[in-house]
Protein backbone atom coordinates (compact mmCIF):
# COMPACT_ATOMS: atom_id res chain seq x y z
CA UNK A 1 0.00 0.00 0.00
CA UNK A 2 1.45 3.43 -1.09
CA UNK A 3 2.28 5.61 1.88
CA UNK A 4 3.08 9.35 1.48
CA UNK A 5 3.30 12.56 3.49
CA UNK A 6 -0.12 14.61 3.88
CA UNK A 7 -2.05 17.02 1.83
CA UNK A 8 -4.29 20.17 1.75
CA UNK A 9 -6.52 21.70 -1.50
CA UNK A 10 -4.40 24.17 -3.77
CA UNK A 11 -6.15 27.76 -2.79
CA UNK A 12 -3.56 30.03 -4.41
CA UNK A 13 -3.07 32.07 -1.76
CA UNK A 14 -0.15 34.13 -1.55
CA UNK A 15 2.49 33.55 1.72
CA UNK A 16 0.72 30.51 2.86
CA UNK A 17 4.26 28.78 3.75
CA UNK A 18 4.58 31.63 6.01
CA UNK A 19 1.33 31.33 7.68
CA UNK A 20 2.00 27.71 7.84
CA UNK A 21 5.40 28.32 9.75
CA UNK A 22 3.33 30.80 12.31
CA UNK A 23 1.33 28.46 13.93
CA UNK A 24 2.82 24.99 13.16
CA UNK A 25 4.15 24.79 16.65
CA UNK A 26 1.38 26.42 18.39
CA UNK A 27 -0.81 23.54 16.74
CA UNK A 28 1.93 20.50 17.52
CA UNK A 29 0.06 20.03 21.44
CA UNK A 30 -3.42 19.51 19.43
CA UNK A 31 -4.59 16.16 20.86
CA UNK A 32 -6.49 14.67 23.40
CA UNK A 33 -6.01 10.71 23.89
CA UNK A 34 -6.79 8.49 20.87
CA UNK A 35 -7.53 8.90 17.27
CA UNK A 36 -11.56 8.54 16.62
CA UNK A 37 -12.57 9.22 13.45
CA UNK A 38 -15.58 11.13 12.15
CA UNK A 39 -18.36 11.02 9.69
CA UNK A 40 -20.89 13.09 7.84
CA UNK A 41 -23.89 11.36 6.94
CA UNK A 42 -27.11 12.42 5.84
CA UNK A 43 -27.27 15.86 7.82
CA UNK A 44 -25.60 14.50 11.13
CA UNK A 45 -21.98 14.41 12.92
CA UNK A 46 -21.38 10.70 13.74
CA UNK A 47 -18.37 9.84 15.56
CA UNK A 48 -16.53 6.44 16.45
CA UNK A 49 -17.20 2.92 14.86
CA UNK A 50 -20.51 2.37 16.93
CA UNK A 51 -20.81 5.81 15.21
CA UNK A 52 -22.70 8.05 18.20
CA UNK A 53 -24.08 11.50 17.53
CA UNK A 54 -23.70 14.86 19.10
CA UNK A 55 -25.82 16.15 21.55
CA UNK A 56 -26.62 19.43 19.84
CA UNK A 57 -25.78 17.94 16.45
CA UNK A 58 -22.50 19.83 16.41
CA UNK A 59 -19.38 20.63 18.06
CA UNK A 60 -16.71 22.76 18.55
CA UNK A 61 -13.21 21.79 17.97
CA UNK A 62 -9.48 23.10 16.79
CA UNK A 63 -8.72 21.78 13.29
CA UNK A 64 -4.52 20.90 12.86
CA UNK A 65 -4.97 23.26 9.78
CA UNK A 66 -0.90 23.60 9.15
CA UNK A 67 -1.26 19.65 8.23
CA UNK A 68 -4.22 19.23 6.50
CA UNK A 69 -3.53 16.27 3.47
CA UNK A 70 -4.94 16.40 0.40
CA UNK A 71 -4.86 13.11 -1.64
CA UNK A 72 -6.66 10.11 -3.48
CA UNK A 73 -7.83 6.70 -1.79
CA UNK A 74 -8.65 3.42 -3.27
CA UNK A 75 -12.08 1.27 -2.31
CA UNK A 76 -12.49 -2.23 -3.74
CA UNK A 77 -15.42 -4.39 -2.78
CA UNK A 78 -15.76 -2.50 0.00
CA UNK A 79 -12.33 -2.19 1.00
CA UNK A 80 -10.04 0.54 1.26
CA UNK A 81 -7.20 -1.02 -1.48
CA UNK A 82 -4.54 2.14 -1.79
CA UNK A 83 -4.19 5.44 -0.32
CA UNK A 84 -2.03 8.70 -1.65
CA UNK A 85 -1.76 11.74 0.31
CA UNK A 86 0.25 15.28 -0.28
CA UNK A 87 1.50 18.19 1.97
CA UNK A 88 -0.02 21.43 1.49
CA UNK A 89 1.89 22.90 -1.48
CA UNK A 90 2.36 19.35 -2.88
CA UNK A 91 1.23 18.88 -6.30
CA UNK A 92 -1.59 16.22 -6.90
CA UNK A 93 -0.47 13.63 -9.62
CA UNK A 94 -3.55 13.13 -12.12
CA UNK A 95 -5.78 10.47 -11.75
CA UNK A 96 -5.00 8.58 -14.73
CA UNK A 97 -1.41 7.85 -13.03
CA UNK A 98 -2.52 6.12 -10.45
CA UNK A 99 -2.32 2.55 -9.82
CA UNK A 100 -4.89 0.55 -10.91
CA UNK A 101 -6.30 -2.33 -8.60
CA UNK A 102 -9.36 -3.34 -10.83
CA UNK A 103 -11.73 -4.71 -11.61
CA UNK A 104 -13.98 -2.81 -10.27
CA UNK A 105 -17.65 -4.40 -9.81
CA UNK A 106 -19.04 -2.01 -7.16
CA UNK A 107 -20.35 1.66 -7.75
CA UNK A 108 -17.87 3.49 -5.07
CA UNK A 109 -15.00 1.54 -6.37
CA UNK A 110 -11.75 2.68 -8.22
CA UNK A 111 -9.54 5.23 -6.87
CA UNK A 112 -11.59 9.30 -5.55
CA UNK A 113 -9.78 12.61 -4.46
CA UNK A 114 -10.43 12.99 -0.86
CA UNK A 115 -9.37 15.86 2.13
CA UNK A 116 -8.56 14.83 5.74
CA UNK A 117 -7.81 16.58 8.44
CA UNK A 118 -7.12 16.05 12.42
CA UNK A 119 -8.63 17.78 15.09
CA UNK A 120 -9.20 18.05 18.79
CA UNK A 121 -13.05 18.75 19.91
CA UNK A 122 -13.68 20.80 22.93
CA UNK A 123 -15.49 19.91 25.91
CA UNK A 124 -18.24 22.51 24.96
CA UNK A 125 -21.84 22.23 23.34
CA UNK A 126 -22.49 19.00 25.40
CA UNK A 127 -19.59 17.43 24.76
CA UNK A 128 -17.85 15.93 28.05
CA UNK A 129 -14.13 15.99 27.77
CA UNK A 130 -11.73 16.49 24.68
CA UNK A 131 -11.49 14.65 21.68
CA UNK A 132 -9.06 14.11 19.16
CA UNK A 133 -10.44 13.27 16.11
CA UNK A 134 -10.04 13.06 11.95
CA UNK A 135 -12.15 13.94 9.40
CA UNK A 136 -12.38 12.70 5.47
CA UNK A 137 -14.21 14.78 3.17
CA UNK A 138 -15.13 13.07 0.03
CA UNK A 139 -17.94 14.38 -1.48
CA UNK A 140 -18.03 18.05 -3.35
CA UNK A 141 -19.90 19.77 -0.60
CA UNK A 142 -17.45 18.35 2.33
CA UNK A 143 -14.58 19.55 0.04
CA UNK A 144 -16.12 22.82 -0.23
CA UNK A 145 -16.61 23.00 3.46
CA UNK A 146 -13.06 22.61 4.13
CA UNK A 147 -12.12 24.87 1.16
CA UNK A 148 -13.88 27.43 3.03
CA UNK A 149 -12.41 26.60 6.57
CA UNK A 150 -8.66 26.77 5.27
CA UNK A 151 -9.58 30.33 3.71
CA UNK A 152 -11.29 31.81 6.13
CA UNK A 153 -8.31 30.86 8.57
CA UNK A 154 -5.49 32.05 6.00
CA UNK A 155 -7.92 35.62 5.82
CA UNK A 156 -7.62 36.26 9.44
CA UNK A 157 -3.81 35.35 10.26
CA UNK A 158 -3.42 37.42 7.46
CA UNK A 159 -4.11 40.40 10.06
CA UNK A 160 -1.21 39.32 11.58
CA UNK A 161 -3.44 39.23 15.07
CA UNK A 162 -3.22 35.74 15.58
CA UNK A 163 0.34 34.31 14.99
CA UNK A 164 0.27 32.42 18.24
CA UNK A 165 -3.18 31.31 18.37
CA UNK A 166 -5.26 28.77 16.97
CA UNK A 167 -9.00 28.46 15.38
CA UNK A 168 -11.62 27.87 16.85
CA UNK A 169 -14.42 26.28 14.17
CA UNK A 170 -18.11 25.29 15.00
CA UNK A 171 -18.62 22.14 13.18
CA UNK A 172 -22.74 21.74 12.28
CA UNK A 173 -24.72 21.38 9.08
CA UNK A 174 -26.91 22.54 6.65
CA UNK A 175 -29.36 21.56 3.44
CA UNK A 176 -30.73 22.74 0.35
CA UNK A 177 -33.53 21.05 -2.06
CA UNK A 178 -32.22 20.04 -5.03
CA UNK A 179 -34.35 19.28 -7.99
CA UNK A 180 -33.60 16.28 -8.61
CA UNK A 181 -31.96 14.24 -5.70
CA UNK A 182 -34.51 16.54 -3.14
CA UNK A 183 -33.21 17.47 0.39
CA UNK A 184 -29.38 17.81 0.39
CA UNK A 185 -27.52 18.01 3.64
CA UNK A 186 -23.78 19.93 3.97
CA UNK A 187 -21.58 20.27 6.56
CA UNK A 188 -20.91 23.55 7.89
CA UNK A 189 -17.19 24.56 9.25
CA UNK A 190 -17.55 28.00 10.99
CA UNK A 191 -14.81 30.05 12.12
CA UNK A 192 -16.21 31.18 15.84
CA UNK A 193 -12.40 32.83 17.61
CA UNK A 194 -8.75 32.47 18.43
CA UNK A 195 -7.61 30.85 21.28
CA UNK A 196 -4.61 30.24 22.90
CA UNK A 197 -3.39 26.52 22.15
CA UNK A 198 -4.11 24.01 25.11
CA UNK A 199 -1.88 22.06 26.61
CA UNK A 200 -2.82 18.20 26.33
CA UNK A 201 -0.97 15.48 26.18
CA UNK A 202 -0.06 13.48 22.70
CA UNK A 203 -2.71 11.02 20.99
CA UNK A 204 -2.12 7.12 21.26
CA UNK A 205 -4.40 5.67 18.16
CA UNK A 206 -6.06 2.60 19.93
CA UNK A 207 -6.37 0.32 17.37
CA UNK A 208 -8.44 -2.05 18.94
CA UNK A 209 -11.61 0.53 18.90
CA UNK A 210 -10.47 3.19 15.53
CA UNK A 211 -8.18 0.95 13.05
CA UNK A 212 -5.13 2.07 11.43
CA UNK A 213 -4.98 4.66 9.03
CA UNK A 214 -5.64 2.31 6.34
CA UNK A 215 -8.47 0.59 7.67
CA UNK A 216 -11.73 0.01 5.62
CA UNK A 217 -13.45 1.07 9.08
CA UNK A 218 -12.55 4.54 8.51
CA UNK A 219 -15.88 6.67 7.84
CA UNK A 220 -15.67 8.99 4.52
CA UNK A 221 -17.97 11.58 4.60
Known amino acids: ?125 GVESPIYAQFTASSGGGQRAVGDMMKAWVREMKTGKYDTKVPVFKFSSDSYKHNTYGRVYVPLMTLDRFIDPPVVKKPTEDKSSTGSSASKDIPLE
Open 1 to 125: MSTAVAAAPSFDLANIDALVNQIEKASEGLSSDRLNYIKFSKGDWLIGKEQETFPENSFEAIPDLPNLENGYVCWKDGQLTDELWFGIGEDLPSKDSLPDHGPYTQQNDGWSQNVRFQMNILPTM
